[in-house]
């Protein structure tokens, strides 16, 4: 199985970029799982917590406070105002 390209920018800065297996995020419409060969999207996001599971394994969350994310040839790019990784105070 293939893998996404993964970017999570906020508005004053690029978060995070990387590979990942799988990204969970909460849409307007939803909760969506997003896989390697989805189907292209543009979704509103709502606040809170996104998910993204790295190729190694390791699974990384953040706060967002809404945004969008879009889906196009296993390339995973979510945008938000402002976003909250563990660690941040």
């Known amino acids: 199985m293939g893998q996404l390209h993964v ?10 970029q ?10 307007a419409d939803g909760d969506l799982g997003i896989m390697p060969g ?19 394994g390791t699974r990384q969350t953040a ?3 809404g945004g969008f994310v879009a889906v196009d040839s296993d390339r995973v790019t979510i945008v938000a ?8 105070g």
Request: proline content about 4%; glycine content about 6%; overall charge negative.
């Open 38 to 56: 989805h189907t292209p999207i543009l979704a509103v996001l709502r606040p809170g917590e996104i998910s993204i599971v790295q190729a190694s």
């Open 63 to 65: 706060e967002v406070d």
């Open 18 to 27: 990387g590979e990942a297996s799988v990204v969970n995020v909460r849409a």
């Open 81 to 88: 105002e402002a976003v909250k990784t563990a660690g941040q």
């Open 7 to 16: 970017e999570l920018v906020a508005a004053d800065r690029h978060v995070w």
